[in-house]
Each structure stands twice: as structure tokens, then as C-alpha cells.
């Protein structure tokens, strides 16, 4: 029961940083991550996280390449992401190696910013908020 309370204490940060995508402020998130004791190495909402990550990494390096200068709110919320959810160094390596794959994939793929780089970032930011809606539904 206990961990299950912990669970729902450190999910209930999640919607801060998921939901933030939908915002492009530059308001700094402020989050204070619960530490679970013996937490799994999985969870069931796993695919969805790591999704969630490489987004943000592609996020991350389409916004810089087409000049909005908002490139370090998208690796903050990764750094936000990562704090909340990356108790483990498995864990961490594992998120922070999603968010990379989203940023390198479209690095090698985009090297100016094009109509198609444009609505790439359009449609991560709404996979990426409907991602996190339901992330957040189905983990409370």
C-alpha cells in the first residue's frame, strides 16, 4: 500500500512536466521528486515515457534548427522528466537514451529548417500532448 501512496505521490508531478508541452513559456518548472524505495526496474507506463523522451529530443533540435529560441525548455523538461521518474541510473541511462535518439534521428536528417522540419515539430507537440494526457489518465 505504501508504494502504491509513493506511486501516486511521484506520478502526480508527472502532469507538471507532460502538460507543459502544451505552454511554450519559458517559466521554469519546479518539481520535487518523491524517492521510491525498491521501485521496479519497468513499469507498465515504460513505452510511453520513453516515447515521451525521444519526442522531446526531437523536439529539442528542430525548434534550435528552425530559430525559436526556445531550445533549452524542451531539455529541461527532460532534465524535469528524468528527476522525476529516473530513480535508478538504469533508468536514467534508459530515458536519457530516448531523448537522444529523437535529437541525432532528426540531426541526420535535417541540416536547415524546411516546411516538412516545421510540421514534424507541429506533430510531436500534439503527439506529445495527447501522450501525456493519457499517460497521466491511466497511471492515477
Known sequence: MRKQTQRKQNLSQLP???????F????????????LQAAPENRPYDAGLLRLSEILGAVH????????NDELIW???????IKAEGVTSKRKAKLTKSFNKGYKSFQRTYRRCTPSAKTA??????EGIELSEKLVTTNQ
Do not use: Q, W
Open 75 to 81: 531539455r529541461d523538461k527532460m532534465l524535469d522528466l
Open 61 to 68: 533540435y528542430l525548434r534550435a534548427l528552425c530559430g525559436i
Open 24 to 35: 511554450l513559456s519559458l517559466a521554469p518548472v519546479t518539481l520535487h521528486p518523491v524517492k
Open 16 to 22: 507538471l512536466i507532460l502538460l507543459s508541452m502544451t
Open 121 to 126: 515539430i507541429n506533430l510531436f507537440l500534439e
